[in-house]
């Protein structure tokens, strides 16, 4: 898939929960922009979010947490977010994690570290998904 398609999908995830989101962290302030890249994707009464909806964690076992990208700081590295919300996409499954905590997560347990999509222009870590079981909701 290309950015613009990955884009469509990441937003159409992010539209599917953000009542949950809205639920939990209360009013809406402000969504990024879709057209540019942005540290975070929401910005609600009592926290900040970055939704990532992955469709290899079904298949891999582990969700791919960006911290690098060109050698810059980027992803995790980078947020805003005081949470993320990881969605395992195939089995509609989401993860409502802490930022410090997933940081503390992968640190804890040596994650392994993997060039990502881009033709291996960014990095990220490997957080295995049974690791965040506790922080499933629904």
Same mark, same amino acid.
């Given at each position: 898939?290309? *950015?613009?398609?990955?884009?469509? *999908?990441?937003?159409?995830?992010?539209?599917?929960?953000? $009542?949950?989101? +809205?639920?939990?962290?209360g009013a809406l302030?402000?969504?990024a922009p879709a057209?540019?890249?942005c540290n975070f994707d929401y910005a609600f009464e009592n926290g900040i979010v970055e939704v990532k909806a992955d469709r290899m964690v079904s298949k891999t076992g582990n969700f791919f947490i960006e911290f690098e990208c060109n050698k810059r700081a980027s992803g995790i590295s980078a947020t805003k977010a005081t949470h993320y919300l990881l969605i395992?996409?195939?089995?509609? +499954? $989401?993860y409502l994690v802490d +930022?410090? +905590?997933l940081i503390s997560i992968a640190n804890e347990t040596?994650?392994?570290?993997?060039s990502g999509c881009e033709n291996g222009k960014n990095k990220g870590f490997l957080v295995e998904k049974?690791?965040?079981?506790? *922080?499933?909701i629904i």
């Open positions: 898939m290309g *950015f613009r398609e990955d884009l469509r *999908f990441g937003q159409m995830w992010e539209d599917k929960y953000e $009542p949950l989101m +809205t639920e939990k962290f302030v402000e969504k057209d540019k890249a395992d996409v195939v089995n509609e +499954t $989401p +930022t410090h +905590t040596n994650c392994r570290v993997v049974y690791k965040l079981k506790r *922080f499933k």
